[in-house]
């Protein structure tokens, strides 16, 4: 089982970056999958996800609005589209994938994790 997080880097405030999270090992389209970012000295906290076919979302206040979430079974991809990037969305970003068809905000119900992306958002 593999995901492989891109797309993070440095952005000025305000700019925007895609994540994608690139799926193999398992059957993704039996799977929710999220995302999760952690900063320096906090706690792991979820910013999206997105059920196996992709009909139901949820998002975290901070990010509403601003992010969305999709995925491509055909692909076994998932993305993160990250506009008016602020300062404190600054953490390492990590796809994680759920044996469920619904959606799942407790990290710790993931069955399968990503290594990570690092997003700074600094000018």
């Known amino acids: 089982v593999q995901l492989v997080e891109s797309g993070g880097g440095l952005v000025q405030p305000g700019g925007s970056l895609r994540l994608s999270c690139a799926a193999s090992?398992?059957?993704?389209?039996?799977?929710?999958m999220g995302w999760f970012r952690q900063a320096p000295g906090r706690d792991r906290e979820v910013v999206a996800a997105i059920s196996w076919f992709g009909g139901s979302t949820y998002y975290a206040d901070s990010v509403k609005g601003r992010f969305s979430i999709s995925r491509d079974n055909a692909r076994n991809t998932v993305y993160l589209e990250m506009n008016s990037l602020k300062p404190e969305d600054t953490a390492s970003y990590y796809c994680a994938a759920r044996r469920s068809n619904s959606i799942q905000i407790d990290a710790r119900r993931y069955d399968y994790w990503g290594q990570g992306t690092q997003v700074t958002v600094s000018s």
């Open positions: 090992g398992f059957t993704f389209r039996n799977y929710a």
